[in-house]
Structures are given as structure tokens and as C-alpha cells.
């Protein structure tokens, strides 16, 4: 089946810094891809909607200037966490939808397996 | 706008016993449907999902799910319970246009106790 990856797993840092977390798609090409936020014990939140070649799509409350998203080919999209704070600590999640599949919503979303930031 | 309530934010069973995890969902039209399973510090991975045709869907580990239209749930169910389905549940949808993100309920945590 379909797999995407995301690195770093896990990451620790500083307060101020910025950490950058990818997203591939390994054996598919994923026009879209999805971000999602997940607190301890909690939900995943869409945090934003990111299309190869254009701008991502954040949701409400999702500060665009601190989560820059990038989506520069078919199997890689890029969150970078800028000026990085404790409140930012987190486990975020990116998702793929299989472009053969047409980005058609029957398609299977696949998961990656996630990135713990700590921000110290 | 579309949303999920899962019913029960824990949900204890023992092994061998009936597994029944709540899900309705709103939506002016009917949506698609998912069940994710995670473990602990990692990500999600699907167990079943319901787009269109028979409304019993059966997905892995022998979990299976009955889309209910006029009740607006998607429960889900497994006859008998094993230590390792303990895990975190997440119902989901999303609407039946393309490119649109999956939005999850806030899950159910299960225990299975020996």
C-alpha cells in the first residue's frame, strides 16, 4: 500500500528556533496534502490544506507566518514551525490522498507516522 | 459544516466481550465515512470506511461498521475483544467533494482488561 513518511520523528529544540518537518509520499504522487494537529489525548485539528504549486490553505486560527507550509512537488510538502514556543509542542500529522485516485475523497488518506516537536 | 461526536471518551471491555464505539455525524448531505485506529505515538491507520453501496462495511482485525442514514451513525463494532484492539478510535468524514480534508471526532479510548 501506499506509505508516506515524515521526518523528523521526533524533535526537541529551542524556544526561537524553527524546525522544519517533511512530508513524502513514497510510491504515489499526492496533489494534496493535509496537516493535522494533535494535542495530548486529543483530536487530530486540520491545521491547513496544502496543494503542490500553490498556496496552502490554512484554517481559522491557524497563524499562516508561523506555520509555513510548502508544497514544491508531487511527493513533498514542508512545515516549518517559525520562532518556535513551548505552546507549539505538539504531535503533528500529515496526510496524502493518491493523485491516480483523482484526489477523489473514495481514495484511501494515507497517514504519516507523525512528528512530536518539544519545544523547550 | 460538517462534524463528528464520538460517544464515550472511554470505553472498557473485557477480552472475549462485544466492542461497540459510537459515531454520528452531521451533514447536510451524506458523506463519507472513516474509522482510524493509533497507537500510542504513532500515526493513523484505517480500519474501514464507507463511500457508497452496502452499508455493513467490514474493515481489518475483524471490525466492522453499519452506516445508518436516518440515525445519521456509523457505529462501530467486533464480536470479541482482544488485549491488543486497546488503542485510541477516531471516526471521521468528509464530504464527497474532492480535495476536501478528513475532520475528525474527538476519539474513544478502549481498554481491554483480561
Known amino acids: 500500500g501506499a506509505v508516506v513518511s515524515q521526518h523528523p520523528s521526533r524533535v526537541i529544540c529551542k524556544s526561537g528556533t524553527s524546525v522544519k518537518i517533511e512530508c513524502r509520499s513514497l510510491?504515489?504522487?499526492?496533489?494534496?496534502m493535509f496537516w493535522y494537529r494533535q494535542f495530548p489525548k486529543q483530536s487530530l485539528m486540520l491545521m491547513a490544506t496544502?496543494?503542490?504549486?500553490?498556496?496552502?490553505?490554512?484554517e481559522q486560527g491557524v497563524e499562516k507566518d508561523k506555520f509555513l507550509i510548502n508544497h514544491a512537488s508531487l511527493t513533498l510538502s514542508t512545515l516549518t514551525v517559525t520562532s518556535a514556543h513551548p505552546e507549539d509542542s505538539s504531535f503533528y500529522i500529515c496526510?496524502?490522498?493518491?493523485?491516480?485516485?483523482?484526489?477523489?475523497?473514495?481514495?484511501?488518506?494515507?497517514f504519516g507516522e507523525g512528528s512530536r516537536l518539544t519545544v523547550l | 459544516a460538517q462534524s463528528v461526536t464520538q460517544l464515550g471518551s472511554h470505553v472498557s471491555v473485557s477480552e472475549g466481550a462485544l466492542v461497540l464505539l459510537r459515531c454520528n455525524y452531521s451533514?447536510?448531505?451524506?458523506?463519507?465515512l472513516f474509522w482510524y485506529v493509533q497507537y500510542p505515538n504513532q500515526g493513523l491507520q484505517l480500519l474501514l470506511k464507507?463511500?457508497?453501496?452496502?452499508?455493513l462495511v467490514k474493515g481489518i482485525n475483524g471490525f466492522e461498521a453499519e452506516f445508518k442514514k436516518s440515525e445519521t451513525s456509523f457505529h462501530l463494532t467486533k464480536p470479541s475483544a482482544h488485549m491488543s484492539d486497546a488503542a485510541e478510535y477516531f471516526c471521521?468524514?468528509?464530504?464527497?467533494?474532492?480535495?476536501?480534508?478528513?475532520?475528525f471526532g474527538k476519539g474513544t479510548t478502549l481498554s481491554v482488561s483480561s
Open positions: 496526510s496524502a490522498r493518491d493523485f491516480a485516485s483523482g484526489g477523489l475523497n473514495t481514495g484511501e488518506l494515507f
Open positions: 510510491d504515489f504522487q499526492a496533489t494534496t
Open positions: 496544502s496543494n503542490e504549486g500553490s498556496k496552502a490553505t490554512y
Open positions: 451533514s447536510s448531505v451524506p458523506p463519507y
Open positions: 464507507y463511500t457508497t453501496g452496502a452499508t
Open positions: 471521521a468524514v468528509s464530504e464527497r467533494q474532492a480535495g476536501t480534508a478528513l475532520i
